[in-house]
């Protein structure tokens, strides 16, 4: 009975955020509540947990569409202006997270043919885009000799971790950095399949060639021998959460199965994870803060700085499967599967308590406090957090 209980409130949470674009015609996700909008990057970290494990296929295609309308320069919109509803194209990787979002289509659904019929030139213009550099909305993506993608500059936010006030941005993180190359060769590979699939065979070969060139620069670049991990941004040594993504995409960039991916995920582990999230941030790093508080300035050079962000034990509950599923030893897969046996218990036991019992009740908060008593702050309702609690604990 709590299990149905706790299984139809997480359903209703993920209701409200979704919602219709009137002048659009089409459906998108809202953020977070009570300031966010619809933003392109919430929207498709959003999408397996709030559309496609509750099988909500057409809004599932209606999203989709909604992320490839205002494409400009191989940018998806990152945002509308509250304004005046004109698109906002500060994001280096929401054009890439859209890959993801269309992998996971086709795996849940097998409709291909509305992937090629609608989806697959956008995919395409996307990476000739990114291949030929974009400098939309200060964004400076290249693509360096090397094979890896660079973005982004020291007065610029496209990240995730966007807080900026006025002029002065906390976490510019600008150059190459871990996730955004993850996702890149995340891409190509997607890309090189669905190519092969709609016999543009030619095409595959060449999306192959750079995911390969890719893939051999980032073994050679990012890893961090000193804190047995990967680097943030090459040159940055400060443990953040985004390493995550190397081994947590539908193509891994880095094999989850590595003596560096178990490095790395043992120092992510013992340095970020707790069970409301994962830090932002290791403690001992400079500028680190643990309680998100005070004035817009002070709470907003907090924010990626050690605060807990609960949808980021999304990304690592996907490296985990996806370490299980390359692992060939019994004995090590024995052990992994009760691993996540656990952390999927856990994470079930904490937010059953958070979305009956503290913050804004039926939801998950956008962030915490990263001691205790972890208290919620930020949104009181955000859609990847709910998203990506209910992908773990209900997944099929």
């Not at 600008?174 to 543009?200: C, H, M, Q």
């Not at 009181?380 to 099929?396: D, G, L, M, R």
Request: with cysteine; net charge positive; aromatic share 12%.
């Amino acid at each position: 009975l709590k299990q149905r209980k706790l299984l139809r409130d997480f359903i209703i949470a993920t209701d409200n955020f979704i919602v219709y674009r009137p002048n659009f015609g089409l459906h998108t996700i809202i953020a977070g509540y009570p300031w966010f909008l619809d933003w392109g990057r919430d929207s498709l970290i959003s999408f397996e947990g709030l559309l496609l494990a509750i099988k909500r296929y057409e809004i599932a295609k209606e999203v989709l569409l909604t992320s490839i309308r205002d494409i400009k320069f191989g940018l998806v919109p990152n945002g509308y202006s509250g304004y005046d509803n004109r698109p906002l194209y500060n994001s280096s990787d929401s054009s890439l997270l859209l890959f993801e979002a269309v992998y996971k289509y086709a795996r849940y659904t097998g409709d291909y043919k509305f992937i090629e019929k609608n989806i697959y030139e956008k995919l395409v213009l996307i990476i000739n885009n990114y291949c030929k550099g974009i400098d939309l909305d200060d964004n400076n993506i290249f693509l360096d000799i090397d094979g890896l993608l660079s973005a982004g500059t020291e007065n610029t936010q496209n990240t995730w971790m966007d807080a900026k006030y006025g002029n002065h941005c906390f976490t510019p993180r600008n150059g190459k950095t871990v996730e955004l190359n993850s996702l890149w060769y995340n891409a190509l590979k997607i890309l090189e399949e669905l190519s092969n699939k709609f016999g543009n065979k030619k095409e595959a070969k060449e999306y192959a060639k750079k995911a390969t060139q890719c893939q051999k620069a980032f073994m050679e670049q990012f890893y961090n021998k000193k804190k047995k991990c990967l680097y943030d941004v090459i040159g940055d040594t400060k443990v953040r959460p985004n390493q995550l993504f190397a081994t947590a995409l539908s193509h891994p960039v880095l094999e989850p199965n590595s003596e560096i991916a178990k490095e790395m995920l043992e120092t992510v582990t013992k340095k970020l994870l707790n069970k409301y999230g994962l830090k932002t941030l290791a403690k001992g790093e400079k500028g680190y803060v643990d309680i998100y508080e005070g004035d817009a300035f002070r709470r907003d050079s907090s924010y990626h700085q050690g605060i807990t962000w609960p949808w980021l034990l999304g990304i690592y509950y996907d490296g985990l499967k996806n370490m299980l599923k390359e692992e060939k030893n019994k004995k090590n897969k024995e052990e992994l599967k009760q691993k996540i046996q656990d952390f999927r218990e856990q994470t079930k036991n904490t937010f059953l308590k958070e979305i009956s019992e503290r913050g804004c009740i039926g939801q998950i908060s956008e962030l915490y406090d990263s001691r205790k008593p972890y208290l919620p702050k930020g949104a009181v309702a955000q859609a990847w957090s709910v998203a990506e609690i209910f992908k773990i604990i209900y997944e099929n």
